[in-house]
C-alpha cells in the first residue's frame, strides 16, 4: 500500500492525526496527476468543486463535485488526474480501525467515492 | 445524550451516514444559539470561519476558526452560540466505535476542540 503523502507530499498533506484518524488535506491544479496510492476507508469532504478521473487496474472512472459535499471512499488504490479547469481542494478523514483490512483486502470496492 | 439533530433540526443535518460514521453539517447564522446536546469523539472540518462560545457546566469558551481547519472534538456536552458577525458552517465526522464511550463517561475531556 503506498502512501500518499509519500508518493505525492506536495499535493497530500497530515492536517490531523490521533490514534483513531488521519486526516488528509489534497490540493492541485487542473492538470495535475498523482501516482498510484492508497487510501483505507475513509470519509471524503470536498471543500471545492472538482473534476476528476480516478484509474486502477485498466479500469477508470470520471468523478464530478460540488464544494461541501460528504462522500464515503471505500478502501482502494488508485490514480487521479485533475480533469477540469479549477484547484481541487478536499478533505479525507481516514479511519483507523481494523474494518479498514477487512475492506481493502475484499477487492470488490467501487473506485472511487459512493 | 441529546442529539443534535433532534435538538436542533433546523441547524443540523445528517450529510452522511454508515455503521462507522456519521457525518453533520452544521449552518447557524450570527446570533443563532444551539440547545444542549451532545457529540461522540468527532474530527471536525469548517467550510466557514467562524465565533462561537461553548457553554457547558458552568464553564464557557470562545472558539474563533479559519474555514478549512481540521480540529479534533472529545466526546462532549455543550451549548453553542454564534458570536461572530458571519454564518457558521462545519462539517463533524462522528466516529462510531467503542472508544466514544469510554471517552464521554471520563468527563475531563476539553470544552470544544483541541
Known amino acids: 500500500m503506498a502512501d500518499p503523502i509519500a508518493t505525492n507530499p506536495e499535493l497530500y498533506s497530515v492536517a490531523f492525526e490521533n ?7 489534497y490540493r492541485d491544479r ?10 483505507p476507508d475513509s470519509v471524503m469532504i470536498t471543500a471545492s468543486a472538482f473534476e ?12 464530478s463535485l460540488p464544494a461541501g459535499e460528504v ?18 481542494v ?10 479498514v483490512v477487512r475492506s481493502l483486502s475484499s477487492g470488490d470496492a467501487p473506485l472511487g467515492p459512493s
Open 30 to 39: 487542473p492538470g495535475d496527476r498523482t501516482l498510484p496510492h492508497s487510501h
Open 52 to 63: 476528476r478521473r480516478l484509474h486502477h487496474g485498466g479500469r477508470s472512472v470520471d468523478v
Open 71 to 88: 462522500r464515503w471512499l471505500d478502501a482502494q488504490e488508485h490514480a487521479g488526474e485533475n480533469i477540469g479547469d479549477t484547484e481541487t
Open 19 to 25: 490514534d483513531r484518524v488521519r486526516v488528509l488535506r
Open 90 to 99: 478536499t478533505f479525507f478523514v481516514e479511519l483507523k480501525d481494523s474494518a
